[in-house]
């Protein structure tokens, strides 16, 4: 018996390319595109791998575990990495990146987050990656948590190194990404005697045995149903127009923000570095955050969750992300929250959070 979930239709190598076409289509970027059949950590380590090598200096930004991870990996490479970090609630200062830049003018790459979806920052990409090719360094991006919810200017922006997925803004499949590459980031690559070859690390073997062919044989084992799953998820933000989705993410954040300051609840960033891709909270003083979103979800799967990692206890996640950026998302969290949080709340400053939350939508929906 056929089932469509086993017995998927197989993808041929011209559906393969078209995809890839797509995909650059909707990033609206001219350079190559690859589709890693893997979850974004692998582009990610395979992007460190290929640019570090001995007797380089390469500076990494970190805001989250992702970024410590870029740098683990850039030191087996034999890079010497040069970090600067800022606090988990804050954006990395502009500032300080150039200071590194300038304290160090052998840097030859440049590598951050754009957006945190653990803490809910977001890094300024376009001026951190103008600093960083004012001094010649390459630039390598994670824009993971920020395309379908962020505009994300990869051409503009000069972005040498791009790593994306689709399982967040997009709200599409987690088990396969991609990679944007420029021309002079291949150069550097093909330059690097230490880049991995014949190896699923290898960007290179995806230039060399796809990118510079006729593109008749893929040069992996496909997943059927990923690459079909990442195909109907750009169709449908396609649909929808890229615009409406990022709107729709801008006005699920503001509605989370003025929903939880109604309730008594602190945002966790400042307006002005918070992601829209989630709204991140803390809970009242002497309140642990994975309790109260225990008894928030108690009743009912609302889209909450408490921090990972160090932030476990001390932020309360509400996801607004891809097709959950929502108002009645927004809503059915903010009220789980207001039951949650009992005699620390009243009916009436629920009703008021929900009436916050959904002027807020409103007015970011008109906004552009």
Do not use: C
């Not at 239709?9 to 059949?37: C, K, M, W």
């Not at 390469?58 to 040069?82: H, Q």
């Not at 990118?211 to 750009?234: F, N, Y």
């Not at 609302?302 to 992300?321: C, M």
């Amino acid at each position: 018996m056929t089932n469509p979930l086993l017995d998927p239709r197989p993808i041929t190598p011209t559906q393969f390319y078209a995809l890839g076409v797509s995909v650059a289509e909707l990033l609206n970027t001219r350079h190559d595109v690859l589709l890693p059949q893997a979850e974004a950590v692998l582009p990610l380590e395979a992007a460190a791998r290929s640019v570090a090598r001995p007797g380089t200096t390469m500076l990494n930004v970190i805001t989250s575990p992702y970024g410590k991870a870029f740098g683990r990996w850039l030191r087996e490479g034999g890079a010497d990495v040069i970090e600067v970090e800022s606090p988990a609630n804050r954006a990395i200062a502009p500032d300080t990146v150039e200071q590194a830049l300038d304290r160090h003018p052998d840097i030859s790459v440049v590598s951050f987050v754009h957006v945190e979806a653990i803490s809910g920052v977001k890094n300024d990409a376009a001026l951190i990656s103008s600093m960083a090719h004012q001094r010649g360094a390459l630039v390598i991006l994670d824009a993971v948590a920020s395309i379908g919810a962020h505009e994300v200017l990869i051409d503009e922006w000069g972005i040498d190194i791009t790593v994306l997925a689709s399982q967040k803004g997009l709200s599409g499949p987690a088990g396969i990404s991609i990679a944007v590459v420029n021309p002079r980031a291949w150069s550097v690559l093909a330059d690097n005697p230490e880049a991995p070859r014949n190896s699923i690390l290898s960007l290179l073997d995806w230039k060399e045995h796809w990118l510079d062919t006729d593109r008749s044989v893929v040069p992996t084992i496909l997943a059927p149903l990923e690459v079909w799953a990442l195909k109907a998820a750009i169709e449908r933000v396609k649909i929808e127009g890229l615009a409406s989705v990022q709107r729709r993410h801008r006005a699920a954040a503001a509605a989370s923000r003025a929903g939880a300051r109604a309730l008594g609840l602190t945002p966790f960033v400042d307006d002005e570095e918070a992601a829209v891709i989630v709204t991140t909270l803390r809970p009242p003083d002497g309140v642990d955050a994975t309790s109260l979103v225990r008894e928030a979800k108690r009743q009912s799967d609302v889209a909450l969750s408490p921090g990972f990692g160090e932030l476990a206890h001390e932020v309360i996640r509400v996801d607004h992300t891809g097709e959950r950026a929502r108002l009645d998302v927004v809503i059915a969290a903010l009220q789980a929250l207001g039951a949650a949080l009992g005699a620390a709340t009243s009916n009436e400053a629920v009703a008021g959070a929900l009436e916050a939350a959904s002027k807020a939508w409103s007015d970011e929906a008109v906004a552009r």
